[in-house]
């Protein structure tokens, strides 16, 4: 048995999975939004512990415990810096070994969208495929590459399909710069885009349905709401979501000429079989060889990917 | 002893290396303009007979002869198609087996800018990396990719990094796409923008510069006496394209992250080394981990690369 555990933005999600990959436990815990990476790193332990006992084991019987987590992951040492969504975590933590010790168990890190894709490869809708790109569509747009049935991480950093500059001088991305795909197809730049919209007096009902529903962000469950109602503004902004996505996706097909291309992430697997035909569509336009486009399937793992992905790092021994 | 041919637009450029890939003989013919594919297989006859006589050789002492070849070429069976700027060769010609049948001889063909990038990588600028990226800057923008020390082509496709969206709904591409970075790059496309420039009324001397040098087309050297000449449209365009070079290089960074960027073709080793701080920092702009960008350097094998790295097919038998 291993344990794997996605880090993320809003919550934690820990899971138990055997030797075939078959989840046999899991948990879910919100990420604390308050204290520092010390206080993260308790609710993974907690989140951890909770899966483990609802698998029916015990933490010492786990092989390890593989970690999916975002900012900058050194895979050697397990410290985790950047953490820029994670409250307090502007600097460096030693996550690998602070859970190592709290858990009695070997950890292993890796990036949150690359183990979530390596995962979709080894046992979601990635399996038929030796080269693949996962295009992670959620708060940022990221994404992992696997090439002849390995992960391609480059000198560290490679996936970041969401800051290919899909339009030169364009919007300006949450990250500093302008044009990238996430400042057109990103939750937090669809949200920024929304309020900047609405103040102009553009009429829209997505704030109300969000308040409505008790949140105080746009989440993908508010689109989704703000979508069946029809709202004129978040159908054009998720459509023009989707059409730099299709630009910024055969971009990069036209670099790799992957197999297949994966859609996941929290918008991608919510609306990843809704628009997926507009999505080919808009990359037919920029592929080079138009006629072999490659397989594009949505992600099949749902909130999970990250998780068992991360389990699957502990194989890698 | 090993032959190699570069089949280019304007020129057919063959040569023979020994083991250590030294250049034992060369010879250039132009390419026929008119005619059809049996005339250029002809003419690259001719002048790898050449490039074998000047290394005091006999062809059949060659191991074999690699071919870079523009166009869709199949490795397997040696048929090239759709080379558009070649004479009539819009449909499918078995190139490999007319060649082999022609000189008696093993042939093996390549992408042209493929195999110019493994030729760059083995025995040029791009031998200390394992992992790069060649971005051929001539007529179109081409590309290839080394990763883990091997050519990385996808599904026979790969490196179209001529094609990468750099704005989206932007200018026409001589691909017939819309706002790839050859639309703004491309020695073609270039050219195609000074005229509509010149018929707007701006004033250049570059189609002066072009006719006293009896050129009909504007050259990489009709574009650098231009440039010396200070002519404000040449510099202006110049310009562009190395700023788009740049957000299309680092959108191809973010993605791969690879060791090292390699600049060649026809303008690109012409005027890589003079650019190449404004590259440099066009790309930084867009960079996402901007601190450690790739090493960026200019190919160092010069018009021979193509021909080189062809023969260098040969090896791989």
Redesign the interface.
């Known amino acids: 048995m291993r344990g794997g555990i996605d880090l993320g933005g809003t919550k934690i999600q820990a899971v138990v999975i055997d030797a075939d990959g078959t989840v046999r436990g899991e948990a879910r815990h919100p990420t604390p939004t308050t204290g520092g990476p010390p206080d993260v790193a308790r609710a993974m332990e907690d989140a951890l512990r909770e899966a483990v006992s609802a698998a029916g084991v015990k933490p010492e019987q786990l092989t390890g415990v593989g970690i999916g987590s975002p900012g900058d992951v050194d895979q050697q040492t397990g410290v985790v810096s950047g953490a820029r969504n994670l409250p307090g975590w502007e600097g460096s933590f030693p996550l690998g070994e602070v859970l190592s010790n709290a858990l009695g168990i070997e950890t292993r890190l890796g990036n949150d969208v690359q183990v979530a894709v390596e995962g979709e490869h080894l046992l979601g809708a990635g399996k038929p495929y030796d080269?693949l790109l996962g295009v992670w569509w959620g708060t940022g747009v990221g994404?992992g590459?696997i090439?002849e049935g390995r992960p391609?991480?480059?000198?560290?950093?490679?996936?970041?399909?969401g800051?290919?500059?899909?339009?030169?001088n364009?919007a300006r991305c949450p990250?500093g710069?302008?044009?990238?795909l996430e400042a057109y197809a990103g939750r937090a730049a669809m949200e920024a885009k929304a309020h900047r919209e609405h103040t102009k007096g553009i009429e829209t009902d997505i704030f109300k349905i969000m308040k409505k529903r008790g949140k105080d962000r746009l989440t993908s469950s508010v689109w989704d709401h703000a979508l069946r109602e029809r709202d004129p503004l978040a159908e054009s902004l998720i459509r023009r979501a989707v059409?730099?996505l299709g630009?910024?996706i055969?971009?990069?097909v036209?670099?790799?000429?992957?197999?297949a291309v994966l859609l996941g992430g929290g918008l991608g697997s919510r609306f990843g079989d809704r628009y997926l035909d507009d999505l080919r569509g808009e990359m037919h336009?920029?592929l080079?060889?138009a006629d072999?486009p490659p397989h594009l399937e949505v992600a099949s793992l749902g909130d999970l990917d990250g998780a068992i992905g991360a389990a699957l790092l502990v194989l890698k021994g």
């Open positions: 080269s994404g590459i090439l391609w991480t480059g000198r560290g950093a490679a996936g970041e399909i800051h290919t500059v899909v339009k030169r364009g990250c710069r302008r044009g990238c059409r730099y630009t910024g055969a971009s990069a036209n670099l790799l000429d992957v197999e336009k920029h080079f060889v072999s």
